[in-house]
């Protein structure tokens, strides 16, 4: 069959328009191709081109970098990945499981709870590789902090006149992705409460993923609530449980801190 633009009017069957134009998908100046077939093929040549698939590798990993930086995740978490995991082959699948299916956990707004009573066990560690892939696979915002730098950061913009408190709590309320380390490390207080549920609520109520690490189990971290005289303690857990269905997990095993400075100490 003989195309319609088999004599193409447009650019004499070069392919080319003799202009120059900018691409936005790959950053790059090139030539502007014509609509015809001839045109079509030599864009999609130029497209699969060693200086286009390099251009446009760049710019995704500027957007990850960009990512990682607006995440805050401390530096010492950020090369973090499923293979940095030693010895946790349970705990892996199940990361594994969480990061494939991510898309379908998003729309449900499905987060993780990752808990153990002692500490060195690598909690910090795994949820970090959750972010980091996150961020590296699908290039979703996210938020890494501990839930006592949360309260610090919308408490400094109480002080500070140039800071909207009202943006701050905000940030938290509607980031895409927000992991909160150390859950119940310090004291809670009434203010400290009323914060932390109206996050949690609107993130439920809006289907936002949210994850967190702790050293109380769920039902120990209502009970320290309680232990404070917070009124109606469940009203945390309660939300916690529907987020993380699924995904609440106690990590076991043995303190990775001591087994390093052991390890360290014999090689001395
Ligand atoms: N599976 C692992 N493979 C290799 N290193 C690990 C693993 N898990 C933890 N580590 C290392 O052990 C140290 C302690 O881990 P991490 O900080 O994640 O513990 P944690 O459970 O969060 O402790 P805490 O309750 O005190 O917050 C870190 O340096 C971490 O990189
Ligand atoms: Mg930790
Ligand atoms: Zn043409």
Excluded at 29 to 55: H, M, N, P
Excluded at 200 to 228: A, I, K
Aim: net charge positive.
């Amino acid at each position: 069959m003989i195309s319609k633009f088999a004599n193409c009017l447009e650019c004499g069957n070069t392919g080319l328009l003799d202009k120059k134009v900018y691409y936005p998908f790959c950053g790059l100046i090139g030539e502007e191709y014509c609509l015809c077939a001839t045109g079509d093929k030599a864009f999609r040549r130029w497209c699969g081109s060693e200086e286009v698939q390099k251009a446009i590798c760049f710019i995704r990993q500027e957007e990850v970098n960009k990512a990682l930086a607006f995440s805050e995740i401390p530096s010492h978490w950020k090369e973090k990945t499923p293979v940095s995991l030693e010895g946790q082959e349970n705990l892996i699948l199940t990361v594994n499981r969480y990061l494939d299916g991510f898309p379908k956990f998003r729309e449900q707004g499905i987060g993780m709870y990752l808990w153990s009573e002692g500490s060195g066990r690598g909690k910090t560690h795994v949820l970090s590789t959750v972010c980091n892939e996150l961020i590296q696979r699908y290039l979703v915002p996210c938020i890494f902090m501990t839930e006592e730098q949360m309260y610090f950061r919308i408490r400094e913009a109480y002080q500070n006149p140039a800071v909207s408190e009202k943006k701050q709590y905000r940030k938290f309320m509607e980031a895409k992705c927000l992991f909160l380390d150390d859950l119940g490390a310090t004291k809670i207080t009434p203010w400290k409460n009323e914060v932390l549920t109206g996050i949690l609520d609107y993130r439920l109520n809006h289907r936002l993923p949210t994850f967190f690490t702790s050293n109380f189990s769920p039902e120990g971290y209502e009970q320290n609530l309680q232990s404070s005289s917070i009124a109606r303690p469940g009203r945390i857990t309660s939300r916690i449980y529907e987020m993380c269905r699924g995904f609440i997990l106690e990590v076991k095993g043995e303190d990775f801190r001591k087994k390093l400075a052991f390890k360290l100490q014999n090689q001395i």
